[in-house]
């Protein structure tokens, strides 16, 4: 849509010129900007297949939280605090 709507608006402005120049800058200034909006959004739109692990249905963080949740260290952690509640 906006890529039409810029050639739109900068062929409007290169049938518009008189000679001077001036709207002949114009359309090529609505080109670039038409251009780079272009080529952005396009990324944008394409970014869930340059990364496809992350919008996998199991790329949640529970593995991770299941991870942390039973490693060794938390299970210290967790009779470090036991110990200090007990000696209060």
Do not use: C
Not at 21 to 44: D, E, N, P, S
Not at 51 to 80: C, G, I, V
């Amino acid at each position: 849509m906006i890529m039409i709507i810029g050639v739109l608006l900068a062929l409007s402005f290169f049938t518009r010129d008189e000679g001077t120049g001036t709207y002949r800058q114009k359309g090529i200034l609505v080109l670039i900007i038409t251009a780079i909006l272009t080529i952005l959004l396009a990324i944008i739109a394409t970014a869930k297949f340059w990364h496809p692990h992350l919008w996998k249905k199991n790329s949640t963080h529970d593995r991770h939280r299941q991870h942390t949740k039973y490693h060794p260290a938390m299970r210290d952690k967790e009779f470090r605090n036991a110990r200090r509640q007990n000696r209060r």
